[in-house]
């Protein structure tokens, strides 16, 4: 079928709104036209790094739309249904099976690679030459794209996809981090370092389950008012003078944060967020930006400190989805208002939009 896509034809490009070709869903696909998809900063930080025979390619990964037609061998889904799109497993691998289905064995072919197992891409351009598709098993900044039962999840079709979109990566990462990873008690305090739509959901899901104490870093004064109306205390590094940024965490939290996320990615900040912790607290570096993390290695030794990361909040979105979309029909986890609309056609604005920190999660809506 012919399908209109947002592609890159390559490394560094701006997006370019194009019609392509579309497989037929096979036996174990699913067909859905998309009515929004959310921008993650994964789409941007790999349309800029992927390797040159990596494109052109289709991105995208948060997915939320109308299923239209449904593989012979799909269970659970029927033409109708309402879903977000997630990032894909296997469901049999080693991993998969314990339920750490973001470690797959087979996580890099299903979900970045561009292309089906057998080699074949799901997506063709006009002169009929193979456009890296599948892109976390979706490939979602496009009007239809060829999903899977295990990155499907469906929802009640009263809720506004507008705003439910990126529940398939950054606000499940954020609260998944807090809520599979750390699992807080409400005395353990939780430091946030970037507080765009991973930090907020982290912020949002922290405050939910009762946690007294929570800071939030940031460099914009206005994503630290929001950090702050969701019950986050707020720190700008440009205000602290001399006064380092871990310092003024410790008195915030009476010694050092429980646990502590970065989502920055950036290695000064993954450094002054190790030492905002307490001893045996834990960080987990969730950004995709330096290569390599420098660690205070005697203070990670003397103070028994732990410093990991983790794929999508370690979620199985299957379960994780659903738990958020409860959580906010509760009014306990309240996004909405992080999102930002804009046309499908203004995606390169909704780039410079979210890089330039005038908004916090643009969502592109057909
Ligand atoms: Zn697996
Ligand atoms: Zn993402």
Redesign the pocket.
């Known amino acids: 079928m012919k399908t209109t896509a947002a592609i890159v034809h390559e490394q560094g490009q701006d997006f370019r709104l194009e019609e392509v070709d579309l497989d037929e869903p096979r036996a174990d696909e699913v067909l859905v036209r998309m009515v929004a998809t959310?921008l993650?900063?994964?789409?941007i930080s790999l349309r800029d790094s992927l390797p040159a025979e990596m494109f052109p390619r289709v991105f995208g990964?948060?997915g939320a739309g109308v299923v239209e037609q449904v593989g012979a061998d799909v269970a659970g889904i029927e033409v109708g249904d309402h879903v977000l799109l997630s990032?894909r497993s296997c469901r049999q691998c080693g991993p998969c099976l314990e339920g750490a289905v973001g470690y797959c064995d087979n996580a890099l072919m299903l979900n970045y690679m561009g292309f089906r197992m057998d080699g074949s891409t799901t997506h063709r351009l006009e002169d009929g030459s193979p456009l890296y598709g599948s892109f976390?098993g979706q490939s979602s900044l496009a009007q239809h794209a060829i999903a899977y039962a295990d990155n499907c999840v469906v929802v009640d079709k009263a809720l506004d996809l507008t705003l439910l979109a990126p529940y398939?990566?950054?606000f499940q990462?954020g609260a998944g981090t807090v809520l599979n990873v750390f699992d807080p008690a409400p005395d353990q305090s939780i430091v946030v370092f970037g507080a765009g739509a991973?930090g907020l959901a982290a912020i949002v899901a922290a405050k939910a389950v009762g946690v007294e104490t929570v800071v939030a870093v940031d460099l914009l004064d206005a994503r630290l008012e929001v950090a702050e109306r969701h019950g986050a205390t707020r720190v700008n590094p440009a205000y602290l003078g001399e006064q380092p940024v871990q310092d003024r965490v410790k008195e915030l939290t009476g010694g050092g944060a429980a646990y502590g996320i970065d989502t920055t990615g950036v290695s000064a900040v993954v450094t002054q967020a190790q030492l905002s912790l307490r001893p045996r607290g834990t960080l987990v570096a969730l950004g995709l930006g330096d290569e390599q993390y420098a660690v205070d290695a005697i203070d990670l030794l003397q103070n028994g400190k732990v410093v990991r990361s983790s794929i999508?909040g370690d979620s199985d979105p299957l379960e994780m989805i659903p738990r958020l979309l409860a959580m906010r029909a509760e009014g306990r986890f309240d996004v909405d208002h992080l999102v930002t609309t804009y046309p499908f056609a203004q995606i390169n604005s909704a780039v410079s939009d979210v890089l330039a920190g005038t908004v916090v999660k643009p969502v592109l809506v057909w």
């Open positions: 959310g993650c900063h994964t789409d990964h948060e990032f976390f398939g990566c950054g990462t991973v999508e």
